[in-house]
């Protein structure tokens, strides 16, 4: 379930539509939860869909670690890619906002740590060198984002968290106990799918 202040909005026609923020989503909060509503299929229930199921699939969901697929139940569907993206996976079956997101502000995420099953080019963005998702993007710029973690975490118990009752508990513990500096957090890698020869 993606954070309750946001809306969808269209964004552009070379983008279409997008999430966007209607209030302040400060540094921290956790702006999505993978919850009951979210559906996972895995690869051969994909390939035994129709051909039209199978591309509304692969263009609006992401793979997990195991390789199943995840189709959001609402808006987070809608999420956009950027090099440089507001919100983050986490190891723990959610994602954070690595920085404040303003009001009329779009969510976003590096498509590179959602395991692509394979390469796509990127409209370039000033403050980054990347126009290109590649699927090992998580092996080589793990270190980056868990540093970018880090200091969201760092801001997690300052912060209003409408989204924590839909974490499952297990992930809700380590989360907290995470913010808490009672445990190290898990690295974005563990979300790395290693499948399909690669």
Not at 66 to 81: E, I, K, M, P, W
Not at 169 to 186: C, D, F, Y
């Amino acid at each position: 379930m993606i954070h309750p202040d946001t809306e969808l909005r269209f964004i552009s026609p070379e983008i279409g539509f997008g999430v966007v923020a209607t209030k302040l989503i400060p540094k921290g909060t956790i702006t999505w939860v993978f919850d009951s509503l979210d559906q996972i299929i895995t690869p051969a229930e994909l390939q035994a869909l129709e051909p039209l199921q199978r591309a509304f699939v692969d263009k609006y969901s992401y793979r997990d670690h195991l390789g199943d697929y995840v189709l959001c139940a609402d808006n987070a569907r809608f999420v956009n890619h950027s090099f440089r993206s507001s919100c983050m996976s986490t190891a723990y079956n959610c994602e954070l906002a690595v920085r404040d997101i303003q009001p009329g502000e779009e969510l976003t995420d590096d498509y590179g740590y959602l395991n692509p099953t394979e390469p796509f080019d990127c409209v370039p963005e000033p403050g980054s060198n990347r126009t290109r998702v590649m699927p090992d993007d998580l092996l080589n710029f793990h270190q980056e984002w868990d540093a970018q973690l880090l200091d969201a975490f760092a801001q997690f118990n300052a912060v209003a968290q409408p989204l924590l009752p839909l974490l499952a508990a297990p992930e809700r513990t380590q989360m907290q106990a995470v913010a808490n500096g009672e445990t190290k957090m898990e690295s974005i890698l563990s979300c790395y799918y290693p499948g399909d020869g690669l």
